[in-house]
């Protein structure tokens, strides 16, 4: 067992609008991301099956070739290795769930 808070992580700058802090156990990874109005995560994909729960504010996300925005409250599901970016639609707060964990990202990438 082993406790975190938000607070106590580095928060890492992604660019001048996205920020990111994560956790990672054995099997999955929570990272919480932190948007600027505008900010935006490029189209990209990987092998990791993705859970987006909006806490504050709003995405427009799109996933293949569907848009769609999601608000505070709902949660979206990205199969793994489909290309996907969004774009915060207001200053956005979102907890994102990754499995497997996300081996990038603990190596520096």
């Known amino acids: 067992m082993q406790l975190y808070s938000w607070n106590a992580l580095k928060k890492e700058a992604i660019n001048d609008k ?5 956790v990672s156990g054995q099997r999955v990874t929570l990272a919480q991301f932190s948007f600027a109005k ?6 990209h994909q990987h092998e990791n099956e993705q859970l987006t729960y909006v806490v504050e504010g709003a995405l427009r996300v799109t996933v293949g070739d569907e848009e769609v925005i999601v608000r505070r409250g709902e949660v979206l ?11 915060a639609l207001e200053d956005t707060i979102d907890l994102e769930v990754f499995s497997p964990v996300r081996a990038d990202w603990l190596a520096g990438r």
């Open 77 to 87: 599901h990205i199969p793994s290795d489909v290309p996907h970016s969004a774009v």
């Open 38 to 43: 505008g900010g935006t995560v490029p189209r």
């Open 18 to 22: 996205l920020w990111r802090r994560f």
